[in-house]
C-alpha cells in the first residue's frame, strides 16, 4: 500500500487488485497533493459568486478577462485523431454490456459516463474502469444468458466524463482526506490507458462537466499538463470537451476555451443541467419562476441566447459546438406514439445542425440513424467550424432572460414529484440511469424537478388549473399519493429508498435554500452501503 493512501471499501475487489496498483495510487496521490487546496478555494469561490446573485448583483461578462474576449488571433488546438467528425455522439453509464452496445451503436463517439448517469457507487466506479480499459484493449467480449455481446471492429470514439469539481470520492482518502471524484475518475483512466489510447490512433479525450468559472478550466488545464509530464506523454495529447451547463460558465466561454486551449476539443450544450443551474443560481430572484419542464425548451429565449453564443464562440476558435442530448427511446408497443416522439428527435436535430452545431448527443442506440440522417443530409463536412454567426450580438440580458411561455399545471406538478421521487430512489439504489416516460433521465432532470418544486412552494406559486396555493402541505399530500406507485415505474426501486427519497424531497421543500446538489447530499448514502463509516465522513467533511 501506497504511504498515505487508504481504500476504505472492499467491495469489488478483484476490480481494486487490477485498479489500485502501487504506481496508479502514487500517480493519484501526486494529483491530490498538488492540486486538491486548489479545489478547495475554487468551491468556496462558488459560495462567495452565490452570495452576490442572493443579494442582486447580476451576472454579467468578466470585465477582467475582456482583453481575451476582443482579442481575435488566438485559436484552439487542431481536432485530435477520431475527433475531426463528431456528428452523433452517444452517451451512457460504463457497465460492461452499455459499453459495448454504446460503442458498437454506430455513433461517433461514445462518452462513457462517471457523472451524471451513474449512481457512484463504488462497484460502479472501478468496475467501469475496468470495463473501459479491457474496451481499450479489445478484451471485453462476454457472455450472458446464452447471449453474446461482442466489440465491432471500428467502435465509436471512446471519450470519459468524470463526476464534477463538487464530488467527492469518500471511499478513497490521501493524508486522511477524501480524494476529489473528478480527480479519481481521471487518474485511474489516464494511467491505465493514455499510452494505449495514443498506441491504437486515438488519445485520452475527456467531457469535463459542472464548471462554474474559468478557473476551473485552468485547473483541468494545470492537471492535463502534469498528467503528462507524469507519464512521459508529450504535451497537448489530451483533449477535454468542456459541458457549458451552468449559467455562469455562460458568459465564460471564451475565457474557459481560452484556459484549456491546446488541450480544448470544444463546448457542449449542456441543456438539462443548465436550466436546474439557472433556476438555483437565481434562486433569489422573483422573476425567475419558470413554468412546467416540459415548457422551458431549447426555443425560449435563454436557451436560444446561449447556444448561439455557444456556436459563435466555438467556431471564432476553431473547436467543435455540441449540441445537447435526445432523451427519447423507442417506444415499441405503439407506433403513432413512437413516430410523434422520433418526429421531436428529427426536429431538435435539425434545429442544431442549421443552427450551426457540429454535433449531437443521444440517448440510445436506436436514435442514431435518426441524428446521423439528419445531419449526414445537412452537414456535408466534417464539421462546420466555417459557420462563424457573426451575425450573432447576445448580452448579459439576453443570457438572463426569464420570459418563459406556459402554466404551472397540476400535471406538470405531479410529474415533477414523481420523477424527483423515482430518480432520487433508484440512485441511492445503485442506478444512475433510468427510462421514464420514454425518455432516458439522469441526475439533471431529478435536479430541475427538485428545483422547481422548491421554487413555486417558496415564491407561493399556483396551480393554473384551479388556482390553488403550492404549499408544503400540498406537496406532502402528492408525495404520499405517487409515492406507491414509484416502485413500479422503476424496476427493482427498495421500498426504503422509496421512504428515503420522499423524506429527502419534503425536507428540501422546506429549505431556506435548495441543496447545491442531490448527488452531494445523498453520497453518504451510498458510502454507507459501501463500508465507508459515517464518523469517518463526518471528520472528513470537518
Same mark, same amino acid.
Given at each position: 500500500?501506497?504511504?498515505?493512501?487508504?481504500?476504505?471499501?472492499?467491495?469489488?475487489?478483484?476490480?481494486?487488485?487490477?485498479?489500485?496498483?502501487?504506481?496508479?495510487?502514487?500517480?493519484?496521490?501526486?494529483?491530490?497533493?498538488?492540486?486538491?487546496?486548489?479545489?478547495?478555494?475554487?468551491?468556496?469561490?462558488?459560495?462567495? $459568486?452565490?452570495?452576490?446573485?442572493?443579494?442582486?448583483?447580476?451576472?454579467?461578462?468578466?470585465?477582467?478577462? $475582456?482583453?481575451?474576449?476582443?482579442?481575435?488571433?488566438?485559436?484552439?488546438?487542431?481536432?485530435?485523431?477520431?475527433?475531426?467528425?463528431?456528428? @452523433?455522439?452517444?452517451?451512457?453509464?460504463?457497465?460492461?454490456?452499455?459499453?459495448?452496445?454504446?460503442?458498437?451503436?454506430?455513433?461517433?463517439?461514445?462518452?462513457?459516463?462517471?457523472?451524471?448517469?451513474? $449512481?457512484?457507487?463504488?462497484?460502479?466506479? @472501478?468496475?467501469?474502469?475496468?470495463?473501459?480499459?479491457?474496451?481499450?484493449?479489445?478484451?471485453?467480449?462476454?457472455? #450472458? !444468458?446464452?447471449?453474446?455481446?461482442?466489440? *465491432?471492429?471500428?467502435?465509436?470514439?471512446?471519450?470519459?466524463?468524470?463526476?464534477?469539481?463538487?464530488?467527492?470520492?469518500?471511499?478513497?482518502?490521501?493524508?486522511?482526506?477524501?480524494?476529489?471524484?473528478?480527480?479519481?475518475?481521471?487518474?485511474?483512466?489516464?494511467?491505465?490507458?493514455?499510452?494505449?489510447?495514443?498506441?491504437?490512433?486515438?488519445?485520452?479525450?475527456?467531457?469535463?462537466?459542472?464548471?462554474?468559472?474559468?478557473?476551473?478550466?485552468?485547473?483541468?488545464?494545470?492537471?492535463?499538463?502534469?498528467?503528462? *509530464?507524469?507519464?512521459?506523454?508529450?504535451?497537448?495529447?489530451?483533449?477535454?470537451?468542456?459541458?457549458?451547463?451552468?449559467?455562469?460558465?455562460?458568459?465564460?466561454?471564451?475565457?474557459?476555451?481560452?484556459?484549456?486551449?491546446?488541450?480544448?476539443?470544444?463546448?457542449?450544450?449542456?441543456?438539462?443541467?443548465?436550466?436546474?443551474?439557472?433556476?438555483?443560481?437565481?434562486?433569489?430572484?422573483?422573476? $425567475?419562476?419558470?413554468?412546467?419542464?416540459?415548457?422551458?425548451?431549447?426555443?425560449?429565449?435563454?436557451?436560444?441566447?446561449?447556444?448561439?453564443?455557444?456556436?459563435?464562440?466555438?467556431?471564432?476558435?476553431?473547436?467543435?459546438?455540441?449540441?445537447?442530448?435526445?432523451?427519447?427511446?423507442?417506444?415499441?408497443?405503439?407506433?403513432?406514439?413512437?413516430?410523434?416522439?422520433?418526429?421531436? @428527435?428529427?426536429?431538435?436535430?435539425?434545429?442544431? @445542425?442549421?443552427?450551426?452545431?457540429?454535433?449531437?448527443?443521444?440517448?440510445?442506440?436506436?436514435?442514431?440513424?435518426?441524428?446521423?440522417?439528419?445531419?449526414?443530409?445537412?452537414?456535408?463536412?466534417?464539421?462546420?467550424?466555417?459557420?462563424?454567426?457573426?451575425?450573432?450580438?447576445?448580452?448579459?440580458?439576453?443570457?438572463?432572460?426569464?420570459?418563459?411561455?406556459?402554466?404551472?399545471?397540476?400535471?406538470?406538478?405531479?410529474?415533477?414529484?414523481?420523477?424527483?421521487?423515482?430518480?432520487?430512489?433508484?440512485?441511492?439504489? !445503485?442506478? /444512475?440511469?433510468?427510462?421514464?416516460?420514454?425518455?432516458?433521465?439522469?441526475?439533471?432532470?431529478?435536479?430541475?424537478?427538485?428545483?422547481?418544486?422548491?421554487?413555486?412552494?417558496?415564491?407561493?406559486?399556483?396551480?393554473?388549473?384551479?388556482?390553488?396555493?403550492?404549499?408544503?402541505?400540498?406537496?406532502?399530500?402528492?408525495?404520499?399519493?405517487?409515492?406507491?406507485?414509484?416502485?413500479?415505474?422503476?424496476? /427493482?426501486?427498495?421500498?426504503?429508498? #422509496?421512504?428515503?427519497?420522499?423524506?429527502?424531497?419534503?425536507?428540501?421543500?422546506?429549505?431556506?435554500?435548495? *441543496?447545491?446538489?442531490?448527488?452531494?447530499?445523498?453520497?453518504?448514502?451510498?458510502?454507507?452501503?459501501?463500508?465507508?463509516?459515517?464518523?469517518?465522513?463526518?471528520?472528513?467533511?470537518?
Amino acid at each position: 500500500m501506497v504511504a498515505g493512501v487508504q481504500i476504505h471499501s472492499k467491495v469489488a475487489q478483484k476490480a481494486q487488485a487490477e485498479l489500485f496498483t502501487d504506481d496508479a495510487l502514487k500517480f493519484l496521490a501526486a494529483l491530490h497533493r498538488t492540486f486538491e487546496s486548489t479545489r478547495q478555494s475554487l468551491l468556496i469561490a462558488r459560495e462567495d $459568486a452565490q452570495r452576490r446573485y442572493d443579494a442582486g448583483v447580476p451576472l454579467d461578462f468578466a470585465p477582467e478577462t $475582456a482583453h481575451i474576449r476582443a482579442e481575435p488571433s488566438w485559436h484552439c488546438a487542431l481536432p485530435a485523431p477520431g475527433l475531426e467528425d463528431r456528428r @452523433v455522439e452517444i452517451t451512457g453509464p460504463t457497465d460492461r454490456k452499455m459499453v459495448i452496445n454504446a460503442l458498437n451503436s454506430g455513433a461517433k463517439t461514445f462518452m462513457a459516463d462517471f457523472e451524471d448517469s451513474s $449512481a457512484p457507487t463504488f462497484a460502479n466506479m @472501478v468496475n467501469g474502469q475496468i470495463n473501459l480499459r479491457d474496451a481499450i484493449h479489445r478484451q471485453i467480449d462476454f457472455e #450472458v !444468458g446464452g447471449k453474446s455481446y461482442k466489440l *465491432s471492429q471500428n467502435p465509436a470514439v471512446l471519450i470519459v466524463r468524470p463526476r464534477g469539481w463538487h464530488l467527492d470520492e469518500p471511499r478513497v482518502t490521501v493524508d486522511n482526506v477524501p480524494v476529489s471524484g473528478s480527480i479519481f475518475d481521471f487518474a485511474f483512466y489516464f494511467y491505465h490507458n493514455a499510452h494505449e489510447l495514443v498506441k491504437r490512433g486515438s488519445g485520452p479525450y475527456f467531457y469535463l462537466p459542472k464548471m462554474e468559472h474559468y478557473l476551473e478550466a485552468r485547473l483541468w488545464n494545470d492537471i492535463f499538463v502534469f498528467s503528462q *509530464s507524469y507519464i512521459g506523454m508529450p504535451h497537448n495529447t489530451i483533449r477535454g470537451t468542456v459541458l457549458i451547463e451552468t449559467l455562469p460558465a455562460a458568459f465564460q466561454m471564451e475565457e474557459i476555451l481560452f484556459e484549456l486551449r491546446n488541450h480544448s476539443s470544444g463546448l457542449n450544450c449542456g441543456r438539462w443541467d443548465y436550466i436546474f443551474s439557472f433556476i438555483k443560481k437565481r434562486r433569489a430572484d422573483r422573476s $425567475a419562476i419558470f413554468p412546467d419542464r416540459k415548457d422551458v425548451t431549447m426555443t425560449v429565449g435563454f436557451m436560444d441566447s446561449y447556444v448561439r453564443l455557444l456556436i459563435q464562440t466555438c467556431h471564432k476558435r476553431k473547436v467543435a459546438a455540441m449540441g445537447g442530448m435526445s432523451a427519447q427511446i423507442p417506444i415499441k408497443d405503439d407506433p403513432k406514439a413512437n413516430e410523434i416522439a422520433m418526429n421531436k @428527435v428529427r426536429s431538435d436535430k435539425l434545429r442544431e @445542425v442549421t443552427a450551426g452545431h457540429d454535433g449531437t448527443w443521444i440517448a440510445h442506440p436506436l436514435i442514431n440513424k435518426i441524428a446521423r440522417e439528419v445531419f449526414d443530409e445537412n452537414m456535408l463536412g466534417p464539421n462546420q467550424y466555417h459557420v462563424l454567426r457573426q451575425e450573432v450580438k447576445v448580452a448579459s440580458a439576453d443570457l438572463l432572460n426569464t420570459k418563459v411561455p406556459g402554466q404551472i399545471t397540476l400535471e406538470g406538478l405531479r410529474e415533477n414529484v414523481s420523477t424527483c421521487l423515482a430518480y432520487t430512489a433508484a440512485w441511492v439504489g !445503485g442506478n /444512475g440511469c433510468i427510462p421514464l416516460n420514454y425518455l432516458m433521465e439522469d441526475a439533471a432532470t431529478a435536479e430541475i424537478t427538485r428545483v422547481q418544486l422548491w421554487q413555486w412552494v417558496r415564491y407561493g406559486s399556483r396551480i393554473s388549473d384551479t388556482g390553488e396555493l403550492i404549499t408544503v402541505e400540498l406537496v406532502d399530500k402528492l408525495v404520499g399519493e405517487l409515492a406507491p406507485g414509484i416502485k413500479g415505474l422503476v424496476a /427493482g426501486v427498495k421500498e426504503e429508498n #422509496v421512504k428515503l427519497a420522499m423524506e429527502y424531497l419534503k425536507g428540501q421543500i422546506r429549505r431556506q435554500w435548495p *441543496s447545491e446538489f442531490l448527488t452531494s447530499d445523498l453520497m453518504p448514502y451510498l458510502a454507507i452501503a459501501d463500508g465507508v463509516e459515517p464518523a469517518r465522513q463526518r471528520v472528513a467533511a470537518l
